[in-house]
T-cell receptor, first 111, second 116 residues
């Protein structure tokens, strides 16, 4: 079946560093990808999304890169802050509007 | 705050029992999605409703059912509960399906279900 997976279950960085969280997907027909951040005890929070007709999209301190050739998605966080510590999920659209989520990467930011 | 509300926040019940989880979507959102999140399975899509009608089904057990009411709030019913049903249950909502290709979903704070 379709799956979205993450390479690194835990990423530890120092405050101020740039973080890169990676994600691989299996469905080459996927046309929409999204990143969520989930803090402890809270629901997933939308960060940024990207459509398959784009390679890169930037938000505030975050950039998502999409490489359709190798079916790889990454989330870059600039100047990582302790408040960025959370689990990050990638997901892609399956069906008409449903999303399939990866298992998540925990980002730990040390002061 | 996403604008999606869920009640109750915590629920503790015994095996074999039945519970109902409630979700109110963001104002104006017609689609509601239910997810189960456990440590070993991540976020699993259960079911989607759109404007009162079932739209898509994921890995939802036959013991589980859901509905969406005319005021667009949704309920997830879990019956004959087993220990393995202990998990976080999230509701999410989105704008009208397909409008301007808007697919992002906004999640509620979740209901933590513990089955003892």
């Amino acid at each position: 079946g379709e799956s979205v997976g993450l390479h690194l279950p835990t990423l530890s960085v120092q405050e101020g560093d740039n973080s890169i969280i990676n994600c691989a997907y299996s469905n080459s027909a996927s046309d929409y990808f999204i990143w969520y951040k989930q803090e402890s005890g809270k629901g997933p929070q939308f960060i940024i999304d990207i459509r398959s007709n784009m390679d890169k999209r930037q938000g505030q301190r975050v950039t998502v890169l999409l490489n359709k050739t190798v079916k790889h998605l990454s989330l870059q966080i600039a100047a990582t802050q302790p408040g960025d510590s959370a689990v990050y999920f990638c997901a892609h659209r399956t069906g008409y509007s449903t999303l399939t989520f990866g298992k998540g990467t925990m980002l730990l930011v040390s002061p | 705050d996403s604008g999606v509300t869920q009640t109750p926040k915590h629920l503790i019940t015994a095996t074999g029992q039945r519970v109902t989880l409630r979700c109110s979507p963001r104002s104006g959102d017609l689609s509601v999605y239910w997810y189960q999140q456990s440590l070993d399975q991540g976020l699993q899509f259960l079911i989607q409703y759109y404007n009162g009608e079932e739209r898509a089904k994921g890995n939802i057990l036959e013991r589980f059912s859901a509905q969406q009411f005319p005021d667009l709030h949704s309920e997830l019913n879990l019956s004959s509960l087993e220990l393995g049903d202990s998990a976080l249950y999230f509701c999410a909502s989105s704008v009208e399906v397909g409008v301007a290709g808007a697919y992002e979903q906004y999640f509620g704070p979740g209901t933590r279900l513990t089955v003892t």
